[in-house]
């Protein structure tokens, strides 16, 4: 079982940046892909970014890419979405989700994400 607290969250204006965590707790957090996704009022949950287990590696939604960007930290169980330029668009709520899973294909979606988080809200103004 993996336990999962996102934070950092919150209002910002348009342009402005936010870095949410996400910590984990349990066993073999560096066992598992750590994503990203979002939901937004009346919309389905999307996904944003995710950093694989095994070698790192990082794919993103086109709609963040250049802009977001996800990071990890296995000594602290804590992996981190550094957001920048945000726009009104990226308002939703944010939810952090792990999986076993380590393809390109399989990390993008959400049915493969075992763990989810309670999720943070960002609020971006115009």
């Known amino acids: 079982q993996v336990q999962l607290v996102e934070s950092g969250g919150g209002l910002v204006q348009a342009g402005g940046s936010l870095r949410l965590s996400c910590a984990a707790s349990?066993?073999?957090?560096?066992?598992?892909?750590m994503g990203w996704f979002r939901q937004a009022p009346g919309k389905e949950r999307e996904f944003v970014a995710a950093?694989?287990?095994?070698?790192?590696?990082?794919y993103y939604a086109d709609s963040v890419k250049g802009r977001f960007t996800i990071s990890r930290d296995n000594a602290k169980n804590t992996v981190y979405l550094q957001m920048n330029s945000l726009k009104p668009e990226d308002t939703a709520v944010y939810y952090c989700?792990?999986?076993?899973?380590?393809?390109?294909?399989?990390?993008?979606?959400?049915?493969?994400?075992?763990?989810w988080g309670q999720g943070t809200q960002v609020t971006v103004s115009s």
């Open positions: 989700a792990a999986t076993s899973y380590s393809s390109s294909y399989s990390s993008t979606r959400a049915n493969n994400y075992n763990y």
């Open positions: 349990g066993r073999s957090f560096s066992s598992y892909t």
């Open positions: 950093i694989t287990w095994n070698d790192g590696s990082t």
